[in-house]
């Protein structure tokens, strides 16, 4: 948990949950797992149990004592709609959201039908604020398309999309009701290809259709048709060699 935070579309990140399982191919090398099992047995760190899923109340009230109004990444280094998160929990975490308006809180979850549920239902009151953004991860047409169509069906008045780590030309969506998408490459020394055409795509179907989009980075294998890019940055970050077309860091209007 930090209120500063090296991720670049946000300010801090909070994680009253740690831990959580893989469900798709976008969670094979996950950053987060990575780094929790880092720290697996170390006697008092807040990683000491490793990457196993685990509620953290103490943390829950964490944004109330942040004076200045933040982006906060909720559970980045877990998913709040996890099967194993009880629904009490959830609530007791959306109540500090609704809580502390003057920040910004931005929820990811590749649980899309129980987030879609719960705002439906005990989480309206949420659902409603616009401080509160919801959104869901997309790599892929199999599993993470499926989950636009979650998030729209959701009675939210903030929706978003990660395209991250992107894995493949997802091909013509529907951004109806998404009013922010975020795209990027696989970072790491296992990331998987990221080919900057997806991206194209991704950002001119944005335009078309009205969303603001944020490019991340381009990864650590960033590729132009079978072609590697090479870049001097590791991890595709420094957008001062990126082609200038992708060179698109956008926010909401709300």
Not at 112 to 134: K, Q, V
Not at 228 to 250: C, M
């Amino acid at each position: 948990m930090s209120d500063k935070s090296k991720i670049e579309w946000t300010d801090a990140t909070w994680n009253p949950i740690r831990g959580c399982t893989k469900v798709s191919p976008g969670c094979k090398h996950c950053y987060a797992e990575t780094f929790s099992e880092r720290f697996r047995g170390v006697k008092g760190h807040p990683f000491e149990q490793g990457f196993g899923l685990r509620l953290v109340p103490e943390k829950l009230h964490l944004p109330l004592g942040w004076n200045q109004p933040r982006r906060v990444f909720v559970n980045s280094m877990s998913d709040l709609f996890h099967e194993g998160v009880p629904e009490d929990y959830i609530v007791r975490v959306a109540e500090v959201m609704a809580q502390a308006s003057w920040h910004t809180y931005q929820v990811l979850t590749k649980r899309s039908g129980r987030m879609r549920d719960l705002l439906d239902s005990r989480l309206g009151f949420a659902a409603r604020a616009p401080h509160i953004w919801w959104g869901v991860s997309v790599e892929d047409r199999r599993y993470g398309v499926p989950r636009i169509g979650h998030l729209q069906a959701a009675h939210a008045s903030v929706r978003f999309l990660s395209l991250e780590p992107l894995l493949e030309d997802i091909g013509e969506i529907s951004l109806s009701g998404i009013r922010w998408a975020i795209v990027g490459g696989e970072s790491g020394v296992r990331a998987r290809p990221f080919d900057i055409g997806w991206a194209r795509s991704a950002l001119r179907q944005c335009r078309e259709q009205g969303v603001a989009c944020f490019v991340k980075q381009l990864g650590c294998r960033p590729v132009s048709g079978q072609s590697p890019l090479k870049l001097r940055s590791w991890e595709g970050k420094e957008w001062d060699e990126w082609p200038a077309d992708l060179r698109v860091r956008q926010y909401p209007d709300l």
